[in-house]
Structures are given as C-alpha cells and as structure tokens.
Nanobody, 114 residues
Framework: QVRLVESGGGLVQPEGSLRLSCLASGILLRFFPSSWYRQVPGKQRELVATMTSDGVPTYPDSVKGRFTISREGRLNTVYLQMNNLKPEDTAVYYC????????WGPGTQVTVSS
C-alpha cells in the first residue's frame, strides 16, 4: 500500500524559509515523477514543483527562483525548499507521486504572515 506523508509546514514570516518533506512508503520515489501542489480554500490545486524520475525539476513562474524540489533516494523522501516566502504562498501543500495511479499525501499547512 502506497502512503505519502508530508511534514514541515507551519507559520513563517514573510521572506522566511521552510522545508517541506514527503516521506513515501510502498513506492520507490526514484522511479516515478514527484510533485508538490498547493491549494487555498475556494481555488483549484496549483502545481508548484515537479521532478521527473530522471531528477529534472520544473517550476511555474510564480515560484521559480524561490522554491527547489529535491529527492533523497536513500530516505525515499522528496523535499520542497521554500525561500523568500510571501503571504500569497499561504496554502495547504500536498505531495503527489504518479505511479500505477496518482497518489497524494494528506497535506501540510503553510502560513506566511507577520
């Protein structure tokens, strides 16, 4: 059974940093694409970072240069390093892995506020 669990969210001041983690079990992340999404109430879930199985990252313009996705194969964990956070980054952040089907974690709340 595949399970994804996010951690690392919390309250941070504008211009601060956070690192989110997504620990996977039941699936080996290095063989599949991994992504981070975020969602605020009333809006669609938004893609913020993707890493291919080959380790190539892509980002939308809204976070490019501030967010970095990475993967640690030994720990079977994918990370999202978020720097220079802005209030508009406030959302629930979700980890996604596309294997035989699409898997999601339960999400972790990130709040950027002074």
């Amino acid at each position: 059974q595949v399970r994804l669990v996010e951690s690392g969210g919390g309250l941070v001041q504008p211009e601060g940093s956070l690192r989110l983690s997504c620990l996977a079990s039941g699936i080996l992340l290095r063989f599949f694409p991994s992504s981070w999404y975020r969602q605020v109430p009333g809006k669609q879930r938004e893609l913020v970072a993707t890493m291919t199985s080959d380790g190539v990252p892509t980002y939308p313009d809204s976070v490019k240069g501030r967010f970095t996705i990475s993967r640690e194969g030994r720990l079977n964990t994918v990370y999202l390093q978020m720097n220079n956070l802005k209030p508009e980054d406030t959302a629930v952040y979700y980890c996604q892995v596309v294997g035989q089907r699409t898997y999601w974690g339960p999400g972790t709340q990130v709040t950027v506020s002074s």
